[in-house]
């Protein structure tokens, strides 16, 4: 079966740093995926890790390393808009359109 | 250009009643996904269509659930007799068809209410 793991809730100050961490066991992995959601709002992609590392995307990287079937989102310079939800995700096949197991989200709760 | 649609945006139906979600995803896309999210939940796999292949049906939680793609293009999920456990907010996504395709674009959801 596929299982990801995700902390329920995070609380952060503006400005700060904030880690979401996800682990997952699956059967197949070929990428690990975040997505945002703001409440009400569909999810939006964040990023795509499928080879060991950090990637960077302005105030946004995301981390994974396979050996260890773990990854997280960190999310610099805090904005009280990036209050959301975030979800990991597992890609499970190789070929375009494959679909994706998502972890059950974390709620980050940046405050003043 | 525009992106993934559905419709309708609310839907409270009576328990027993079926009802028909549509999503039109970006043109295209040859990729079409369907998934559920219950309130503070995450998302539910629930049917994936690719292409011309048979469709990925191993999310769709009883037989009450179907969902067709016409024309490789507009998606309809159907749920029959409906009941409370169905309520929530049901969304699709579509990709293009690339091997390195990891991204979903998802449309805005349809919320349904049984009561």
């Known amino acids: 079966g596929q299982s990801l793991e995700q902390p329920s809730e995070v609380t952060a100050v503006e400005g700060a740093i904030v880690q979401i961490n996800c682990t997952y066991q699956?059967?197949?992995?070929?990428?690990l995926s975040w997505y945002q959601q703001h409440d009400g709002g569909a999810p939006t992609f964040l990023s795509y890790?499928?080879?060991?590392g950090l990637e960077e995307t302005g105030r946004f990287s995301s981390f994974l390393s396979r050996s260890d079937s773990y990854g997280y989102l960190l999310l610099q310079e805090l904005q009280m808009k990036d209050s959301a939800s975030y979800f990991c995700?597992?890609?499970?096949?190789?070929?375009?359109?494959?679909?994706?197991?998502f972890g059950t989200g974390t709620q980050l709760k940046v405050e003043l | 250009g525009a992106g993934v649609s559905q419709s309708p945006s609310n839907k409270v139906t009576e328990k027993g009643k079926d009802v028909e979600l549509r999503c039109d995803p970006i043109?295209?896309?040859?990729?079409l996904y369907w998934y559920r999210q219950s309130l503070g939940q995450g998302l539910e796999f629930l049917i994936y269509?690719?292409?011309?292949?048979?469709?990925?049906k191993s999310g769709l939680p009883s037989d009450r659930f179907s969902a067709e793609r016409t024309g490789g293009s507009v998606s309809t999920l159907t749920i029959q007799r409906t009941q409370q456990e169905d309520s929530a907010v049901y969304l699709c996504?579509?990709?293009?068809?690339?091997?390195?395709?990891?991204?979903?674009?998802f449309g805005p959801g349809t919320r349904l209410t049984v009561t």
């Open positions: 269509f690719q292409g011309n292949s048979a469709p990925d």
């Open positions: 890790n499928a080879l060991d």
């Open positions: 699956t059967s197949g992995f070929y990428g």
């Open positions: 043109s295209g896309h040859t990729a």
């Open positions: 996504a579509s990709s293009p068809d690339r091997p390195s395709s990891y991204e979903q674009y």
């Open positions: 995700a597992v890609k499970t096949g190789t070929g375009g359109g494959n679909k994706l197991t």
